[in-house]
């Protein structure tokens, strides 16, 4: 059984106003939305909850609005694009709160959808003022907490509520919740752990609970140079926070302390210049020359990680092993990725990963689709990464 409550739980909730906390803070060029992801894992909650009668009402919010009314980040534009996702009727209603909104509401019938307007037009939404939080309790019976991405934020919509009224998960979030708890709360051993991207000052506490958490540490992405540079090694130009250099040989120790293997790449892919397809050399971290940057992990290295992988059955990632935006250096990324992929479809793997330049790095793999799942969440997944409570996530505790 799980620790929260999810919409199995719920019972009869014909003609229920149902709360619902959906993250719709979707990228829009103009009026357009041009990128949906977040609107069809919203879908299935949404769906759901109107298909047994419920009355739903979707709280989110749009950009940083600072508690002001504004027209470029009212949700009124999104409500097209979730009706085509939705395939139904989707009313907007212009305030999360008051006698305005309690009047819109009110006219709703059983199955209605309404998107309300975007919580951080109050102050209080980011403050949890409690006032706030009543006055968007008195619009529902019921709340159903759906997004994760939000999660670590304890704000009136995603913490407030949950305790103003009966609470549940809904089904992206208790995807979610039960995908990380596979991952890292209680999962199978080996545990590995691909941690990349730019810099180790952004990541230090995902490294520090991950060495006592996971059996392999696979560092790539310009965060390896510093923990090269920590051993030692020259790395020529490279992006490398060589200030922090005993911050990093202070994580070595604690994962050697911790049995915690550290795999750090032994080949590598430079270059003079970092553009787009520029003359490159494959060569031992050690041969780096002084006017060359590491861009890539090289092909050696990845083929032994990937060894590692195949005796591992448990893998969370997150942050790619190179400078993948940049052709040829998603080599890496791309390869790795397709091998946990390989191993996840063989059933011998179950493979977790998150944050925004994994999702896209994996999506250029072409292989999002085939890990056991990928969470669109960057902030909340980090702070998950790191081993801290989300508020989100604890107000719906039993």
Not at 91 to 109: I, N, R, S, Y
Not at 118 to 123: D, G, I, P, S
Not at 242 to 251: E, Q
Request: glycine share 10%.
């Amino acid at each position: 059984m799980s620790s929260f409550k999810t919409l199995d739980d719920i019972g009869d909730i014909r003609g229920k106003r149902v709360l619902v906390r959906e993250d719709l803070n979707v990228p829009m060029d103009g009026a357009r939305v041009t990128d949906d992801t977040r609107l069809r894992a919203a879908a299935p909650t949404i769906a759901e909850l109107a298909d047994k009668g419920a009355i739903v009402l979707i709280l989110a919010h749009f950009g940083r609005p600072k508690g002001e009314r504004r027209a470029d980040m009212s949700l009124a534009q999104v409500t097209h694009a979730l009706r085509d996702v939705l395939g139904r009727e989707v009313t907007f209603v212009d305030d999360c709160q008051g006698e305005g909104a309690e009047q819109m509401v009110a006219l709703l019938k059983p199955g209605a959808i309404a998107i309300l307007e975007n919580t951080r037009f109050h102050k209080g939404e980011e403050k949890n003022d409690p006032a706030l939080v009543a006055a968007m309790a008195k619009l529902g019976d019921l709340y159903v907490n759906d997004a994760f991405s939000a999660a670590h934020r304890a704000h009136a919509s995603t913490e407030g509520l949950a305790h103003a009224l009966p609470a549940y998960a809904g089904r992206a979030m208790e995807a979610e919740l039960t995908a990380l708890e596979k991952a890292l709360g209680k999962p199978e051993h080996p545990v590995a752990a691909v941690v990349g991207g730019a810099k180790v000052s952004s990541k230090l506490d995902v490294l520090r609970h991950l060495v006592a958490k996971v059996d392999h540490l696979i560092i790539g992405g310009g965060m390896a140079n510093t923990f090269l540079a920590a051993r030692g090694v020259d790395v020529g130009k490279s992006l490398c926070e060589h200030d922090l250099a005993d911050t990093a040989s202070a994580i070595l120790d604690a994962a050697d302390a911790a049995n915690c293997t550290v795999h750090l790449p032994y080949d590598v892919v430079v270059a003079k210049e970092f553009r787009a397809d520029p003359p490159t050399r494959t060569v031992n971290v050690h041969e780096v020359a002084a006017d060359e940057m590491i861009l890539d992990v090289g092909p050696a290295a990845v083929e032994a990680l990937g060894d590692v992988l195949k005796n591992c059955r448990t893998l969370v990632w997150n942050g790619p092993m190179g400078a993948f935006e940049t052709p040829p250096f998603d080599a890496a990324t791309v390869s790795l990725a397709r091998t946990a992929a390989a191993l996840t479809q063989d059933g011998s793997l179950v493979s977790v990963a998150g944050g925004g330049d994994t999702v896209a790095a994996l999506n250029q793999a072409g292989v999002a689709g085939d890990f056991s799942f990928v969470s669109t969440a960057g902030g909340a997944f980090l702070e998950w990464m790191e081993g801290k409570t989300l508020p989100g996530v604890a107000a719906l505790e039993r």
